[in-house]
């Protein structure tokens, strides 16, 4: 579905007169969308203790995007008959947990775990996208492209080493 379109598109409706399918696709939706909202949290928490005000506010600009796509793929959610929120929830503890388990230690650490984060999602994003209907694939697919953080994270961890060798 189209931002602008109620229904989804008439290829489409046939993928979603399978409930099996549409539940699927109401479940990868909530947990990127959860994925998202945490990715968010942390970039935003990560704003607050960047090493300059350069890198603040690129931080905080790709907290923005991240909550951009929260908002975009809830939309979707709700276009589907799903309640958002009601859909994250059940992904909201082991998404947690997991963020709990691999706290970074300082700044340089959170940006690398963000860097590794936003490639396995990216990947798996790339993957599933190839089975599902077009405008739930093309949602999915620019939330990828908006939110890509590999040149800032690589640009400054690259500057730490090259400040001190030990950060290595």
């Known amino acids: 579905m ?3 379109s109620p229904t989804p598109a008439p290829g489409d409706r046939i993928a979603f007169d399978d409930p099996d399918y549409r539940a ?3 479940d990868l939706l909530a947990v990127i969308s959860y994925g998202e909202l945490v990715a968010f949290e942390r970039l935003a928490e990560d704003a607050r203790s960047a090493p300059s005000l350069a890198a603040k506010v690129d931080l905080a600009t790709m907290a923005a995007a991240e909550f951009d796509n929260v908002l975009r793929l809830n939309q979707r959610l709700s276009e589907l008959g799903a309640d958002p929120y009601a859909a994250m ?6 998404l ?8 970074p230690a300082d700044w340089l650490e959170s940006l690398v775990k963000a860097y590794v984060g936003d490639g396995l999602a990216r990947d798996f994003y790339a993957e599933i996208a190839a089975f599902l209907d077009v405008d739930t694939r093309d949602l999915i697919l620019s939330s990828m492209e908006r939110t890509q953080h590999s040149e800032f994270v690589v640009e400054h961890v690259r500057a730490a080493i090259a400040a001190d060798p030990r950060v290595g």
């Open 2 to 4: 189209t931002e602008s």
């Open 24 to 26: 699927a696709v109401v």
């Open 89 to 94: 929830e059940p992904f909201r503890e082991p």
């Open 96 to 103: 947690d947990a997991f963020h709990q388990h691999t706290a």
